[in-house]
């Protein structure tokens, strides 16, 4: 048995707190949140103070669901205090906090994980393994729209509540990080950007584009992966058919004649539906991974070293949209 507590209870924490519940093997001895009430529920302690988790040797972890702007001061307690951690993404709102949390837990033989939840989505993985298996051949370039009704922050701008999300899905998905971002953003708040595209180039000639919009009428949530021989359609509002793989594309070929630069041929072909298990939620998944990562030392597939990754494309998209949208280069070291 796995003593985890939970750090936030609003909307995402609320969800943490039945994935910690509904999982053999877990118990949740401590829920802490400032608007709480405080109170006891069977063995579960409702408190304000996240600090109380410090001295108490029946907590083996904590998952962080809290915004975004607090994540480096409560994990930094925690961790110093040796608990295992999940922080939800990012994991800090810049890289240097982030880099001294890490340091922090390799010191204390702790786990980071960040709550990377897409990579526990099995629709995702069954594109990860079909791109990795070559089936829509050589990847060229990687588009997401990631845009709906709110809910909207106020803490960071919408690049960094929904973008970070396609950032550590596009590395997936191409098997590589980006060089260079560009962005360009608008705030209608006057505070924080509430829309916003950006262009990534990875090593290779490949090309990622994101669009996040949380005012849009309209709830979309696709990724298109484009390759040499098809095309991989991720759509996560879909109830059914999540994934969507087209045959279909463009050749380019050398002019035998020279008359032109080259020739291009318009390739049709089907449109396959896959059968995907999705009886489980990525959510249940990923407190499973977590739950593994303490209890059996596996490899953790969201590491905070990981998730320093889309906190470093987040940093170099924030100077471009800071900058009329120049292409600024990723940089991965500190």
């Known amino acids: ?47 304000k103070d996240y600090r109380e988790a410090i001295d108490r040797d029946d907590v083996d972890a904590m998952i962080v669901a809290t915004h975004a702007t607090t994540h480096y001061k409560i994990s930094r307690d925690l961790l110093l205090s040796g608990k295992h951690l999940l922080v939800e993404k990012p994991i800090t709102t810049n890289l240097r906090d982030g880099k001294e949390l890490c340091d922090i837990a390799d010191e204390k033989d702790k786990v980071l994980m960040v709550g990377e939840i897409f990579r526990f989505n099995p629709a995702v993985n069954y594109i990860a393994k079909g791109i990795n298996d070559g089936v829509i051949g050589d990847v060229r370039y990687f588009e997401a729209r990631r845009i709906g009704l709110g809910p909207i922050r106020h803490d960071v701008n919408v690049v960094w509540d929904l973008a970070s999300h396609d950032f550590y899905l596009s590395n997936l998905f191409t098997s590589s990080r980006p060089e260079t971002v560009a962005g360009h953003g ?24 994101i669009y996040v919009n ?5 709830k979309e949530r696709t990724i298109v992966i484009g390759g040499t021989k098809g095309a991989f359609v991720f759509d996560d509002v879909s109830l059914t058919d999540k994934v969507r793989l087209y045959s279909r594309g463009v050749d380019y070929q050398p002019d035998s004649a020279g008359m032109v630069p080259f020739l291009a041929s318009i390739r049709s072909g089907d449109i396959n539906i896959p059968s995907i298990d999705l009886r489980s939620s990525p959510l249940d998944i990923e407190v499973g991974h977590f739950v593994k990562c303490i209890t059996q030392g596996v490899h953790c597939v969201s590491s905070g070293r990981i998730g320093l990754e889309a906190i470093a494309i987040l940093e170099a998209a924030k100077e471009s949209m800071n900058n009329k949208g120049i292409e600024v280069p990723v940089n991965y070291a500190i």
């Not at 949380?214 to 309209?218: L, Q, R, S, Y």
């Open 1 to 47: 048995m796995v003593s985890i507590g939970l750090i936030g209870f609003g909307r995402w924490g609320k969800n943490h707190y039945k994935a910690l519940t509904d999982i053999d093997g877990i118990n949740v001895p401590l829920v802490c949140d400032p608007l709480l009430e405080e109170r006891t529920v069977g063995n579960t302690k409702f408190v």
């Open 186 to 209: 608008v705030s209608f708040n006057g505070n924080v950007e509430d829309v916003a595209t950006l262009a990534l180039k990875f090593p290779g000639n490949k090309f990622g584009s």
């Open 214 to 218: 949380w005012g849009h009428p309209i």
